[in-house]
């Protein structure tokens, strides 16, 4: 399989644009900003996401229904989702539609208004999302291991906010969280499709390239101090779901890709990984169990998650703690790791 790097371009106004062609007939174009919820300061837990939601209500020139059908109609898809470091706003297109993918992505972007009557009830639709994850405990308990492990600190909270949060959000909190964020420097746009380098570019800078970026990028606070925990909450479930982790390398640590690689080995996507292996087909003990590795910019984490019945509990985690200890014991052979690799590869 051929291997192609995209190619990495940046506009006056220092927007930065990644640019790989396919030739797929559908193609992909995506912003994101740096600004997720990483970066909201105190009281305002959940307003990145509350903007992500917000983006689509309206422009200076578009009524939220005209933005919502501006793609629909011809059969693409626009969408955005929001992390702890980015809020990414993305549309998939056949190719024949580029401009109008541009056109709108730049409108909704920079010139969203966010009506007061939109706000408000979008307020009852984040409340209901909060609710159908505290209903879901395998999804839950990611976020509160995050917050026990990032304590007093705004990686440790849940991207959604709180209900009190979320109801308290203003216009004026999105437009100050909009003017801190969204200016080009702190910003990429991504395509990819079989549109030419030389069109994508055109449309890119029609535009996005009038926008001016008269602000410094912001830089997250930093973490530190970091403490072992043990947390046992008990809640009325009818499964026992487990959370073992720890601190990573981040984002740009050279060795973020052999922890890829280990966690993988532990207890990846595959069926042959030493976790389902040994918890699930040698003892039955877990329906699911997995393991998973967050990188963030200068930092990361990895778990291990399973779900079982109370009578295995403390034989699950027994399993655990001995696979956790043989892999860091006993290097992996030649033969162990270039089929580690390959595994990994296919899954890439």
């Not at 696979?323 to 033969?335: G, I, R, S, Y």
């Amino acid at each position: 399989m051929e291997h192609k790097e995209p190619r990495v371009f940046e506009l006056a106004n220092g927007l930065r644009v990644s640019y790989l062609h396919t030739p797929s007939i559908v193609s992909h174009l995506g912003i994101s900003i740096l600004g997720g919820s990483r970066y909201e300061q105190e009281g305002e837990e959940g307003l990145a996401h509350f903007l992500e939601h917000c983006i689509f209500k309206g422009t200076k020139k578009r009524k939220a229904f005209h933005v919502l059908s501006r793609l629909d109609s011809v059969g693409a898809e626009l969408n955005a989702y929001t992390t702890k470091e980015e809020i990414c706003i993305y549309t998939s297109f056949s190719s024949e539609h580029l401009k109008r993918a541009t056109e709108l992505l730049s409108d909704i972007t920079f010139e969203s208004v966010f009506p007061e009557k939109e706000i408000e009830k979008e307020k009852e639709i984040i409340l209901d999302e909060i609710n159908s994850y505290l209903d879901s405990p395998g999804d839950k308990i990611f976020d509160d291991f995050e917050a026990y492990l990032f304590p007093n600190h705004s990686l440790g909270n849940n991207i959604l906010g709180t209900k009190d949060s979320v109801q308290s959000f203003t216009r004026d909190h999105l437009l100050n969280y909009v003017n801190r964020f969204f200016h080009p420097r702190n910003m990429v746009i991504s395509f990819v499709g079989n549109s030419s380098e030389k069109k994508v570019l055109n449309y890119i800078e029609r535009y996005f390239g009038s926008y001016r970026s008269n602000q410094e990028i912001i830089s997250p606070a930093p973490i530190r101090n970091y403490q072992p925990f043990q947390k046992s909450v008990q809640e009325a479930n009818y499964q026992v779901h487990v959370v073992v982790g720890g601190i990573a390398p981040g984002l740009n640590d050279p060795k973020r890709r052999v922890m890829t690689l280990l966690i993988n080995l532990l207890g990846g996507p595959a069926l042959n990984s030493r976790l389902v292996l040994s918890v699930r087909e040698k003892y039955g003990y877990s329906y699911n169990i997995e393991a998973s590795y967050t990188p963030y910019k200068e930092i990361g984490y990895w778990n291990i998650y399973a779900s079982t019945d109370q009578r295995f509990v403390s034989k699950t985690l027994k399993i655990i703690h001995r696979e956790l200890a043989k892999l860091a014991a006993v290097p992996l052979t030649p033969h162990q790791l270039r089929q580690a690799k390959t595994q990994l590869k296919g899954h890439i």
